[in-house]
């Protein structure tokens, strides 16, 4: 299996991936209904938000296995050495295969490196609603480590409420 991630990035001014493919990527996770779990706060309501959002990260790309295009991947409030990780399988790449795509791109982030060769990070950290067992169990299956559960953490913008949310994060290893 051959995992490549497709960073957005603008090269003399020309992005690495177009607004309309981000847009087209919008379209898939929602035709797929993985917007849905992944944008459980609906802070990304449409297309335009979703480029907005891409373009914004630290680091955003498009993950391809074997030449397709199965996820999407991106990283924002990175500060100290640490960012925060929004990850979204497509729902086509379920199944078989899948948790191995999730430990590649994992190895991958964790392990980016800036100019001068140093890790860019020490720590990639997310949250899950608490009643998204699959969501726990997958970040478990990559490698990630699931701490105890925050109550009203997350907003859940389907049931207009705050829910309990469990904060993951994944390192290179602990003793570091």
Request: hydrophobic share 45%; charged share 20%; glycine share 8%.
């Amino acid at each position: 299996m051959k995992v490549e991630l497709w960073p957005y990035v603008l090269i003399d001014g020309v992005p690495s991936l177009r607004d309309s493919q981000l847009g087209a990527l919008y379209a898939r996770m929602a035709a797929d209904q993985t917007l849905a779990v992944m944008n459980y706060e609906g802070q990304l309501n449409d297309a335009a938000q979703f480029i907005a959002a891409a373009k914004a990260a630290a680091y955003f790309a498009l993950v391809r296995r074997d030449g397709a295009e199965v996820a999407v991947v991106w990283l924002n409030r990175y500060e100290l050495r640490r960012a925060h990780l929004h990850f979204c399988v497509f729902a086509e790449a379920w199944g078989a295969g899948s948790v191995a795509l999730g430990r590649a791109v994992m190895e991958r982030l964790i392990n980016l490196r800036g100019p001068q060769g140093a890790f860019s990070l020490d720590v990639i950290w997310g949250v899950i609603p608490q009643s998204n067992i699959n969501a726990a169990r997958y970040v478990q299956h990559c490698g990630g480590k699931l701490c105890a559960p925050i109550p009203n953490y997350v907003w859940c913008a389907e049931r207009q409420r705050c829910e309990p949310g469990v904060v993951f994060y994944y390192t290179r290893n602990e003793e570091d």
